[in-house]
């Protein structure tokens, strides 16, 4: 199974909801990543996850709040968004290890409108 | 820091013609270069990959070879196809890093 899967495909939601984006890989793969990705834009990193631990959080505001509950999942929980956070949210899974330098696996992504 | 620099585009091009996405880094060291190509709607693939200089990745007609002399990885196919239109990413990794650097992607169009 070379698959990283994403729930919902789209999503809709107001600016006073909660609601969480879930992403999922049966690779073995230790790392994980949320990418957030605007119109004809490359993606943008928002958090990257080692062995379950937060390792690289790029600075993103407190409205989204990213979760390891095991090595095959990943949640972005969602709270209080603004309309520029409409975008399409992409996760990635690689493997670690030494230092052999691996792809990143992209799910097909999450498209988010805020309204 | 690490950045990569590609043509923006959009490219246009008819269906057989020869396809170049140019591709450039700046990195200390020696990274992994990568193609990923993004299908309207879509998550990225991975299209080709180089882990050293010298190395040439290739898959589905696609080619590019990691130059260190000119820092680049240009992206070639000898004859596109209409399926092939779609934004491409080129991009880099370093060795142990956990980033990924991204360039701007090349919107490609290719006409019947």
């Known amino acids: 199974d070379t698959e990283v899967t994403q729930t919902p495909k789209h999503l809709v939601m107001g600016m006073t909801n909660k609601k969480s984006l879930k992403c999922e890989q049966h690779?073995?793969?230790?790392?994980m990543y949320w990418y957030k990705q605007k119109a004809k834009k490359p993606p943008e990193l928002m958090f990257v996850?080692?062995?379950?631990?937060?390792?690289i959080n790029e600075s993103v505001p407190s409205r989204f709040s990213p979760e390891c509950p095991n090595s095959s999942l990943l949640n972005l929980h969602l709270h209080a968004l603004q309309p520029e956070d409409s975008a399409l949210y992409l996760c990635a899974s690689r493997p670690v290890g030494g230092l052999s330098n691996y792809e990143q696996y992209f799910g097909p992504g999450t498209r988010l409108t805020v309204t | 820091g690490d950045s990569v620099t590609q043509m923006e585009g959009p490219v246009t091009l008819s269906e057989e013609a020869f396809l170049t996405i140019n591709c450039t880094y700046t990195?200390?060291?020696?990274?992994?270069l990568f193609w990923y190509v993004q299908y309207p709607g879509e998550g990225l693939q991975l299209l080709l990959k180089a882990t050293k200089a010298d190395d040439k990745g290739s898959n589905k007609g696609f080619e590019a070879t990691y130059r260190k002399e000119t820092t680049s990885f240009h992206l070639e196919k000898g004859s596109v196809q209409v399926s092939d239109s779609a934004v491409y990413f080129c991009?880099?990794?370093?060795?142990?890093?956990?980033?990924?650097?991204f360039g701007p992607g090349t919107r490609l169009s290719v006409l019947p």
């Open positions: 996850y080692s062995y379950e631990k937060l390792s």
């Open positions: 990195a200390t060291g020696y990274p992994s």
């Open positions: 690779m073995g793969h230790r790392a």
């Open positions: 991009a880099l990794s370093r060795p142990g890093g956990q980033n990924f650097v």
